[in-house]
């Protein structure tokens, strides 16, 4: 099993910037791709960007150039630099791990962008 919290979500003005973290525990010698996805209301559940043990990292179009996803192995913690938002960024983000066999999430944190 693996946990996942998030923390850093709040309210924030258009064009402003916030930075979520990831902290995972628990079995986490098995991930081998971290990332975050993000739901707005009404929505699907969509990829925002993804980061491979190997450093590779596939990010969603919308975001391409505003945000940045890091990771920080020695404390098993990844972070999603947010910079330039839009209020279409407001959304729940959930940080995501997933081995060969399963996908974890944590609890979500929100993000609200205020035009």
């Known amino acids: 099993q693996v946990q996942l919290v998030e923390s850093g979500g709040g309210l924030v003005q258009a064009g402003g910037s916030l930075r979520l973290s990831c902290a995972a525990s628990?079995?986490?010698?098995?991930?081998?791709?971290m990332g975050w996805y993000r739901q707005a209301p009404g929505k699907q559940r969509e990829l925002v960007v993804d980061?491979?043990?190997?450093?590779?990292?596939n990010y969603a179009d919308s975001v391409k150039g505003r945000f940045t996803i890091s990771r920080d192995n020695a404390k098993n913690t990844v972070y999603l630099q947010m910079n330039s938002l839009k209020p279409e960024d407001t959304a729940v983000y959930y940080c995501?791990?997933?081995?060969?066999?399963?996908?974890?999430w944590g609890q979500g944190t929100e993000v609200t962008v205020s035009s």
């Open positions: 980061i491979t043990n190997g450093g590779s990292t």
């Open positions: 628990g079995s986490i010698f098995t991930i081998n791709t």
């Open positions: 995501n791990a997933r081995d060969f066999r399963y996908s974890y």
